[in-house]
């Protein structure tokens, strides 16, 4: 008799669990609407309706949600859209490979849809930053220049090193798994949890599940807390969908051969760049030694961490904001507040 409870209450587990989840996921619905609209499959978000047009990209992994402290100072002299690509926050899960051509394009086709006039002010975080940069190398005419907020460089990706390989592997086996624990309602418990104030289970269960989840956990815990404490929910809520998991293992898939693509040349002639740099970032040594722009200006942002826009926002607008000035007549390189250029 024992051996049979012992057979069935995994299975009565993991029952509730998916019903836990599919009943979370339509509570989601109701309780965290789109705050933007849908253009091709992707959620766009827009603020702003006269000045430049600016366009946000986020990192691998995030959503829209990333740039809530930077968006709004922009779009009080911009029109600006950040948006969430395919898979994540609440665009539509993804369709056919992953590469920069390919998300650029779709990039491409829902700006033309959602009527914002070009040329950009392309604003790219992390992964965000190579594809922004290759957008500008897609479409030249359609760029006016470029912020890098603590971009991710092709140097660090390829060739690939046998360190980076087993980053990425790591990387890609985590997601994986996050989202077959997301599809058994796992994720959506211990994000409850940590909502709750507490964290010593789910970091037990992050752990038991993935080595070094516990340590993901407690730093994208920590970066999500500088975020308004209202967008703490929804953000939680796209962290239970499995098709957020999907598509961060997709994008870590599609790294190498972004990476070579981006080492393959993106020369961006005169175009007006900002380069953000966290201070001791991994990345620091790589764009130092990328040329980019022959009108690059380095700026320095001493007080962040990887994510600037949440940890010095005024940094992202005051870069935006020379950049719309350059674009505007204004050819001096007077940066505002405390954005001060290394160039």
């Known amino acids: ?107 491409h086709s829902m700006l033309a849809r959602a009527g914002l006039p070009p040329p950009y002010i392309l604003v790219g975080h992390s992964f965000g930053g190579m594809l922004v940069r290759h957008y500008a190398a897609q479409y030249p005419e359609e760029v006016a220049g470029i912020v890098l907020v603590d971009a991710l460089w092709p140097g660090e990706w390829y060739p690939m090193t046998a360190p980076n390989k087993k980053m990425l592997g790591r990387g890609i086996t985590l997601s994986r798994r996050g989202a077959m624990l997301a599809r058994a309602g796992v994720v959506r418990f211990c994000l409850t949890m940590v909502q709750n104030g507490s964290r010593f289970l789910p970091r037990l269960i992050a752990k038991a599940s993935g080595g070094s989840g516990a340590s993901v956990l407690d730093r994208l ?94 940094l992202v607008v005051d870069a935006v904001r020379t950049i719309g000035r350059l674009r505007a007549g204004d050819n001096s390189w007077t940066l505002d507040g405390n954005l001060q250029s290394d160039g």
């Open 1 to 107: 008799m024992s051996m049979v409870w012992f057979l069935i209450v995994p299975i009565l587990l993991a029952a509730a669990g998916f019903l836990y989840q599919r009943l979370g996921e339509r509570a989601d619905v109701r309780r965290f609407p789109p705050p933007g609209r849908k253009i091709d499959s992707l959620h766009v978000y827009e603020l702003g309706d006269s000045g430049p047009s600016v366009v946000f990209e986020s990192g691998i992994a995030a959503t829209s949600i990333s740039w809530r402290l930077v968006q709004p100072r922009v779009a009080q002299f911009a029109r600006t859209i950040s948006y969430d690509r395919a898979g994540l926050g609440c665009s539509d899960p993804i369709r056919g490979p992953r590469s920069l051509t390919s998300m650029n394009e779709q990039l």
């Open 221 to 314: 815990a920590g970066e999500i807390a500088k975020l308004p404490q209202e967008l703490w929910p929804v953000v939680a809520s796209h962290w239970s969908n499995p098709k957020s998991f999907e598509a961060m293992a997709q994008h870590f898939e599609c790294l190498p051969l972004s990476a070579e693509e981006m080492a393959a040349g993106s020369d961006l002639g005169d175009l007006p760049v900002v380069v953000l740099t966290a201070a001791n970032a991994p990345g620091a040594p790589f764009a130092a030694a990328e040329p980019l722009s022959a009108n690059r200006r380095d700026v320095l942002a001493a007080g962040s961490g990887h994510w600037i826009m949440l940890d010095e926002p005024e």
